[in-house]
């Protein structure tokens, strides 16, 4: 496909901002305007800012399941064309709705030791959900690759919300449903977006409702091995990942004990670092489908067996709880939530379950 027919075949039109710190003009990150300067509608997002659409995007591309989730969350499934990371992106949880569902081999993936320009050519997206500041810094692209790539394949729409630890990210950053919202707009999906606020607000609001006064320290870790010595640190922030936590009105261990965030480089810690800490609660965070049984043979066991693990406070109380993904938008956030509501929480949630499935699965399908 030559670089005009993909220009007449995009159906985002134009950006009207620069890229935060880039110092690019709009008129590089955008694509060339339809001729009569009229569009449809528009949307404005940090970092590229106003994007202006001609008509809906079919097929679309994310990087991080945060936003695979939000376009799967408001009904656009069948035009989820890739993914970073297959792995990453938690299409497990989509089995206990019925009717939703996607299968993470049929997307490619975008991660192959790296990640080429050669790839968003073959897909031919009609939008990029991906900050394009996240390609620069994360990915290692040049400002001339994103360019490109915006300018004759489709345009980036996308903020990372999943971190507050990046330097880089010195733009305003949203929370999820802040974000959502902007994705809504992009696929004009309004009322899907407002059906599930609402689900979101009542299922909050009853589980905070029933929060026990104590407040537990959480350290969140990732493991740096299936039997792990050492572990990634996560600080508890405002930002995407942390969501659940933040929702429990946890305190986090971490930073509060000078323990950098591993997003910011920060390496690994070891159990006796742990031990000097002594968090009330260690959560293990791990991608993929992680069953209660497997997160105890797994995990729970090992640190039990182990000559200094088994010296934590977490490990002699049973509160060392599965963490949950990286990524959450806002389907795989409410079970995240719950899961961890149980696990920090047992006496109060025990095995109940904290959101109706079928009212999650009547709004993606639009059978609400």
């Not at 992106?89 to 989509?94: K, R």
């Not at 920060?266 to 049984?293: C, F, H, M, N, W």
């Not at 959450?328 to 379950?353: M, V």
Request: aromatic share 10%.
């Amino acid at each position: 496909m030559t670089v005009d027919a993909r220009r007449t075949r995009r159906r985002l039109m134009k950006t009207g901002a620069a890229i935060a710190g880039l110092g690019a003009t709009a008129g590089c990150l955008g694509t060339q305007g339809s001729g009569d300067g009229k569009s449809d509608y528009s949307v404005t997002m940090e970092p590229v800012g106003t994007v202006e659409f001609e008509s809906v995007p079919e097929n679309w591309l994310p990087y991080t399941g945060d936003y695979a989730d939000m376009g799967v969350a408001l009904g656009q499934a069948d035009g989820l064309v890739g993914i970073g990371l297959q792995s990453r992106y938690g299409t497990h949880y989509y089995e206990e709705l019925p009717g939703v569902s996607v299968e993470p081999d049929d997307l490619t993936e975008l991660w192959d030791d790296g990640t080429g320009k050669e790839v968003f050519y073959e897909l031919e997206a009609d939008v990029h959900l991906i900050d394009p500041n996240f390609m620069i810094n994360r990915l290692g692209w040049s400002r001339d690759e994103v360019n490109e790539i915006a300018e004759t394949v489709a345009p980036f729409v996308g903020n990372t919300i999943f971190s507050a630890s990046y330097d880089w990210h010195d733009y305003p950053r949203y929370t999820l449903y802040e974000a959502f919202e902007k994705v809504a707009a992009v696929f004009q999906e309004r009322e899907r977006y407002e059906a599930f606020e609402r689900l979101h607000d009542d299922v909050l609001a009853d589980v905070q409702s029933r929060l026990p006064d104590e407040r537990p320290e959480v350290a969140v870790l990732v493991p740096a091995s299936a039997e792990p010595e050492a572990f990634y640190p996560y600080h508890i922030e405002d930002d995407t990942q942390s969501k659940h936590w933040t929702d429990l009105q946890v305190d986090g261990a971490l930073a509060s004990n000078g323990i950098g965030d591993a997003q910011a480089a920060s390496g690994t810690i070891d159990y006796e670092t742990l031990l000097e800490i002594d968090p009330d609660v260690i959560a293990i965070r791990q991608q993929g489908k992680v069953t209660e049984s497997e997160f105890e043979q797994g995990i729970v066991s090992f640190m039990r067996d182990h000559d200094v693990a088994s010296e934590l406070r977490a490990v002699r109380n049973d509160r060392v709880v599965y963490g949950g993904m990286t990524y959450q938008g806002p389907i795989i956030h409410l079970f995240q939530l719950e899961r961890a509501a149980r696990g920090i929480y047992p006496d109060e949630f025990g095995d109940e379950e904290l959101f109706d499935r079928q009212a999650v699965a009547d709004i993606v399908t639009g059978d609400s």
